[in-house]
């Protein structure tokens, strides 16, 4: 089993920055795919951004050139740089990893954006 602990979310305003951290803990040998999603109220999930174990990275649309992932690997840790943060960022941020084809989800942190 692998337990995900997210933090780093909070209130900011428009233009701001965060930092988003996920430490995963328990069975691991190796992680996959590590992302984060996000669900705004009333929205469905979203996947936010992704990088494989090739530090290969890829992301939605709406963040390209203002969000970055990246991951330790030593510390099973995946980590999302967020700058020039809108309101419509404004969301439950979810940390998701592939450990051995499964997929496991954090309980989600809150970013909240004022205008």
């Known amino acids: 089993q692998v337990q995900l602990v997210e933090s780093g979310g909070g209130l900011v305003q428009a233009g701001g920055s965060l930092r988003l951290s996920c430490a995963a803990s328990?069975?691991?040998?190796?992680?996959?795919?590590m992302g984060w999603y996000r669900q705004a109220p009333g929205k469905q999930r979203e996947l936010v951004a992704v990088i494989t174990t090739g530090s290969s990275t890829n992301y939605v649309d709406s963040v390209k050139g203002r969000f970055t992932i990246s991951r330790d690997n030593a510390k099973n840790t995946v980590y999302l740089q967020m700058n020039s943060l809108k309101p419509e960022d404004t969301a439950v941020y979810y940390c998701?990893?592939?450990?051995?084809?499964?997929?496991?989800w954090g309980k989600g942190t809150l970013v909240t954006v004022s205008s």
């Open positions: 328990g069975t691991i040998f190796s992680i996959d795919n």
């Open positions: 998701n990893v592939f450990v051995v084809g499964r997929t496991f």
